[in-house]
């Protein structure tokens, strides 16, 4: 099975690379925190982030994970850290971006199925 993120040794400390989406199609958090807990505690990381998004939920997961992560964890975005990924990056004890790279942090979405009423609470609670 092909991973789209990688987890890479180095003499000093690991690399984790996150280039794809966040959750099911991309980089799910059962899968990432499995492969960060497989590193010795304190281990200094320097994860390089370059993703549109994706699920909130695998990205709360995957920021917890790397906040009690012991090491020191510096976050790289080297492209784009948008939505999900934007959580995930202000999970770092530091975070570097170069000029040319974007951060986007945006208000949360939501869906809605259901009947008018179900609609109108929704909307409610949009504006709040």
């Known amino acids: ?10 003499g000093t400390g690991a690399e984790v ?3 794809d989406e966040i959750g099911a199609y991309g980089v799910s958090a059962k899968g990432f925190l499995a492969e960060l807990g497989a590193l010795p505690e304190g281990t200094p990381v320097d994860l390089r982030l370059n993703s549109p998004g994706g699920s909130v939920f695998d990205a709360v997961a995957i920021h917890n ?12 975005i080297d492209g784009i850290a948008a939505s999900a990924a934007s959580y995930i990056a ?3 004890d530091e ?5 040319n790279a974007f951060l986007m942090i945006h208000d949360p979405a939501s869906l809605v199925m259901g009947t008018a009423e ?6 409610e609670r949009s504006t709040r």
């Open 1 to 10: 099975m092909a991973n789209w993120y990688a987890i890479r040794a180095r």
């Open 95 to 99: 975070i570097v971006m170069p000029e």
């Open 90 to 92: 202000m999970a770092g």
């Open 17 to 19: 690379a996150i280039y």
């Open 65 to 76: 994970a790397i906040k009690r992560h012991e090491g020191t964890v510096t976050v790289w």
């Open 118 to 123: 179900d609609m109108r609470a929704m909307a």
